[in-house]
């Protein structure tokens, strides 16, 4: 993609991801337009279409002339699973109808979650094994892919595990979460930071992902208990057998023999480089 001539609309500008990504995309050079709420404010360069998800007219307006949309916009940790529900899939649904209207030949990237695999899965969740959510959010992700595939457009679905750096705050509210499920303190899970967030995107709008579900991950599948200590926040310790190993362990073997290459390889990268 020649980044001067061709236009991206990136959705979810003002979320965790794309507050990140946005400036990213800009700074590397791409003519981004981002889909946004009324008042809400974006980077500078960046064109801004003023509307939403459920706002037809809005949705027109922002996929015309496009060549690539990156959607990100969508709803996670809500105890509203209705909300979770028509924002991932009914709003992913009115995109890609807008899509498939105003903007045919357009790339259409979908951000989904690496918590869609089976919690028992016997190895690191891979891309062709079965999903089996257990929440909203991953089943209404598993629900808009479904819904992109089927579409006719140019397509890739970008599977993120736990996202984390450029002071975000993720991190640092993880050990609640943890003690929250009862999570084993030897459990690993996959991680990723926002730089590599960009990093995938970039390959992504190459179309070297195109007609693919794919991992995105760094190369250090961590545990919980190393990433408490890291922000402070000290898990109890255990010697209990670990039940259920590769939940949340993604298996990055798709990714990397399609190009992608980490440049935060792992999270005490990010810590030496004073990125988190």
């Not at 975000?168 to 930071?193: Q, R, Y």
């Not at 255990?238 to 362990?249: I, R």
Request: aromatic share 6%.
């Amino acid at each position: 993609m020649s980044r001067k001539m061709e236009k991206i609309l990136v959705t979810g500008v003002t979320g965790l991801v794309g507050a990140r990504l946005l400036p990213r995309l800009v700074e590397a050079g791409f003519d981004c337009r981002a889909l946004v709420r009324g008042g809400k404010e974006v980077p500078a360069n960046a064109e801004t279409v003023a509307g939403d998800l459920f706002d037809a007219a809005s949705l027109t307006q922002a996929v015309s002339d496009v060549s690539a949309i990156i959607h990100l916009a969508a709803v996670f940790r809500s105890k509203d699973n209705e909300l979770i529900w028509k924002s991932n899939l009914e709003g992913t649904r009115n995109l890609i109808a807008a899509a498939s209207a105003h903007a045919p030949h357009t790339r259409f990237i979908l951000a989904s979650t690496t918590h869609v695999y089976n919690t028992n899965n016997p190895h690191p969740g891979r891309e062709d094994d079965p999903v089996e959510p257990q929440h909203a959010y991953p089943a209404s992700k598993v629900a808009a892919e479904k819904e992109l595939r089927a579409s006719g457009l140019n397509w890739s679905i970008l599977r993120f595990p736990f996202v984390y750096g450029d002071g975000d705050g993720h991190l640092e509210d993880l050990p609640k979460h943890v003690k929250a499920a009862k999570w084993h303190p030897a459990m690993k899970i996959s991680t990723i930071h926002h730089r590599d967030i960009a990093t995938a995107m970039n390959l992504a709008l190459t179309g070297a992902l195109d007609g693919r579900i794919v991992n995105i991950s760094d190369e250090a599948p961590t545990s919980v208990y190393e990433l408490a200590q890291l922000v402070g926040e000290p898990l109890e310790s255990s010697c209990e057998p670990l039940v259920n190993p590769w939940y949340l362990h993604s298996d990055r073997s798709l990714a990397r023999s399609l190009g992608f290459q980490p440049t935060v390889r792992t999270i005490y990268q990010a810590m030496q480089e004073q990125i988190l």
